[in-house]
């Protein structure tokens, strides 16, 4: 579990997410790209900048579907030239934060101004997850439009409607 909130809880323990090998780093590259890179030194490359983490291996291979003329070698240059603006100097000091914030960056200046927007707001709130309603409140705008944007880019995850629970969408919590 990941959370934008520390608990020093009786019973809480933190959860280290390793990362993945170079060859199951490029598996799941594969998988969302809907390609294979697996003889691509530049997506082995860019998974390496990526510190193999999953979560963003997922969100580059989704950039790589949804930009047709993107490959692993103009993604990799694109993330290194996206400026990031991280405000916390212990966490710009942490090169796989920097590089996960490039992708995240990249990814939502290929989007709409309103997605960006949204994906913003979504940090102002105490939980990782909002509804639509509460979003569009908060933003005073539909938004419909953006979450959808949002969400085929791997930026938030739908959770969708249960018996017990409304549909809201999750921004993962790094």
């Given at each position: ?5 520390r ?10 997410v ?5 060859e ?14 697996t003889?691509d030194?530049d997506?082995?490359?860019l998974c390496?900048?990526l ?12 950039n790589?579907q949804i930009?047709n ?6 993604l ?7 400026p ?9 000091s942490?090169?796989y934060r920097?590089n996960v914030a ?16 949204v994906?913003?707001?979504m ?7 909002a509804t639509?309603e509460?979003?569009?409140i ?5 938004i419909?439009?953006f979450l959808?944007?949002l ?7 739908l ?7 409304v549909?809201s969408?999750?921004?993962h919590?790094?």
């Open positions: 579990m990941t959370a934008r909130q608990s020093g809880g009786e019973g809480i323990k933190p959860i280290k390793d990362a993945l090998s170079p199951s780093a490029i598996q799941l590259l594969n998988f969302h790209a809907g390609r294979d890179y003889k030194v997506a082995l490359e390496n900048l510190s193999f983490l999953a979560f963003a291996i997922r969100i580059a291979g989704i790589l930009f003329n993107s490959t692993p070698k103009t990799l240059n694109d993330i290194k030239a996206t990031i603006d991280i405000s916390d100097p212990k966490r710009r942490e090169e920097e490039r992708l995240i960056q990249f990814s939502l200046e290929s989007l709409d101004k309103g997605a960006e927007d994906f913003i707001a940090g102002a709130f105490f939980a990782p997850a639509p509460i979003l569009s908060y933003l005073n705008e539909p419909h439009k959808n944007e969400h085929i880019s791997g930026l938030i995850e959770i969708r409607a249960t018996d017990n629970a549909a969408y999750r921004l919590d790094l």
